[in-house]
């Protein structure tokens, strides 16, 4: 056996930290790579979108200007995809849209242009637009992901939930944990009627944890159904248990189908302080308890909170789709531009870095 040979099957003590550290640095700046890639393209996609706005604004050229720039792009760069007349209406409503070119420097300029299409089409407001992109960037979420979060308003419902967070919990962790509650909680995936009980519902959502899991948020981690705590000889079962990885603590969830009643909280309280007494390690924070019913009084559920030390919370759920108000909007959809010519081609398929 050679030397060389040698080497490979043995390689020296401390050889494989360093081939790992190695590999880090390459997968980094293929992402950086990909990520230059993917900025400049969306630079070059705004600056023809800001062209066509101001061409159309200063001389007077109508939407056939489109048309012509469509058929020269394509004869003069026949191997680039992404010059069809329905893309660059997006570049146009792209720079309409974002009339600063340093958007692309933002979390908009970190996603890949499909997602930006998915923006524009489905969302009017700049600063959810933004919101979504940096949600879209943090957790890595594909387009399709990143579609039915926009569809679903997790933006728009996250932090809605009522809480005493602000009098129970200490600063970051209050802010921290109001922005990881909704309201209301969309549990139409779970296909029940509007009239579903509370054992049916809790049954289904176990039956569909990963889409539960996904419509709770980033953070949350299951650990039970009707978890069992034996307290002096009496037995409590808690309908679900969760673990927040980012608050370092329990979050008991109590189903509710009914309306809100301030007695909700009692029983909530007391499964909370056995979670604290039985489960909760000394690393953990304070556990807190989220209570999901059919409807609320806010003001009843307010005062309910109110002289409560524990750090509660109360939420609606949905088990029926309320159909959202039709978006209308002069932009072809991004399946129609994709069956038109196939040209809208996502730069790279890099995966953003998680934060």
């Not at 054992?199 to 978890?227: D, K, N, P, W």
Request: net charge negative.
């Amino acid at each position: 056996m050679t030397e060389r040979a040698t080497a490979l099957i043995d390689p020296p003590e401390g050889y494989d930290k360093w081939l790992a550290e190695v590999k880090a640095r390459v997968r980094a700046a293929q992402q950086r790579a990909a990520l230059a890639v993917n900025t400049e393209l969306l630079q070059v996609y705004w600056q023809i979108g800001r062209d066509i706005l101001d061409q159309q604004a200063g001389q007077g050229w109508g939407v056939k200007v489109v048309e012509r720039l469509s058929h020269d792009l394509r004869q003069s760069f026949p191997d680039l995809g992404g010059f069809s007349r329905a893309n660059l209406m997006y570049m146009r409503a792209f720079a309409e849209a974002w009339p600063e070119s340093a958007i692309v420097q933002q979390p908009v300029g970190q996603l890949p242009w499909g997602h930006n299409i998915m923006l524009l089409t489905k969302l009017k407001d700049s600063d959810l637009r933004l919101s979504y992109a940096e949600a879209a960037v943090e957790f890595g979420w594909s387009r399709n992901v990143l579609g039915m979060h926009i569809e679903r308003k997790r933006i728009e419902r996250q932090g809605k939930a009522q809480t005493n967070f602000g009098r129970s919990l200490p600063k970051p962790d209050s802010d921290l944990a109001r922005e990881s509650l909704k309201d209301p909680y969309r549990l139409d995936f779970l296909g029940l009627g509007g009239e579903a009980h509370e054992r049916e519902i809790e049954a289904s959502l176990i039956e569909h944890i990963t889409e539960f899991l996904l419509e709770l948020g980033a953070g949350f981690a299951f650990v039970g159904q009707q978890v069992q705590l034996e307290v002096n000889g009496d037995d409590f079962y808690l309908d679900l248990l969760f673990y927040h990885l980012r608050l370092r603590r329990y979050v008991v969830v109590e189903l509710k189908a009914e309306k809100f009643k301030p007695e909700h909280l009692g029983q909530l309280s007391f499964y909370m302080t056995a979670v604290d007494e039985m489960l909760r390690h000394e690393v953990d924070g304070p556990t807190i308890g989220l209570l999901l019913c059919k409807s609320k009084n806010t003001v009843v559920a307010e005062w309910a909170l109110r002289d409560n030390a524990k750090p509660l919370s109360i939420a609606e759920y949905q088990l029926v789709e309320a159909l959202p108000e039709p978006l209308q909007t002069a932009l072809p959809t991004i399946e129609q531009i994709e069956r038109e010519l196939g040209e809208v081609k996502e730069p790279s398929k890099f995966t953003p870095a998680r934060g």
